[in-house]
């Protein structure tokens, strides 16, 4: 799931975003991160960074998988 950085915090953590939603996570695994970064997180853990256009596309086409399986409920 790709996610922005909104806050790089002490011990290699960091805050994100994604869809109004925020959590801390580890950056360990990622170097050289900036506020406005895009990661992929995994299970709590940012394991690499990502493309702000492939993000934005990625994060696109998951809304549009969840619209079509909210309407497929109904």
């Known amino acids: 799931m790709p996610v922005q ?6 011990g290699q953590r960091a805050r994100v975003s994604v869809d ?7 950056v360990a ?4 991160l900036a506020v406005g970064d ?3 997180l ?5 394991i690499g960074k990502l493309d702000e256009d492939e993000a934005r ?3 696109a ?3 549009e998988a969840v619209g079509k399986l909210a309407e497929g409920a109904a």
């Open 42 to 46: 995994h299970v709590g853990y940012a």
């Open 5 to 10: 950085v909104t806050e790089l915090l002490p």
């Open 38 to 40: 895009f990661v992929i």
């Open 20 to 26: 109004g939603v925020s959590r801390e996570v580890s």
């Open 61 to 63: 086409l998951i809304a």
């Open 57 to 59: 596309r990625t994060l």
């Open 29 to 32: 695994l990622v170097d050289d």
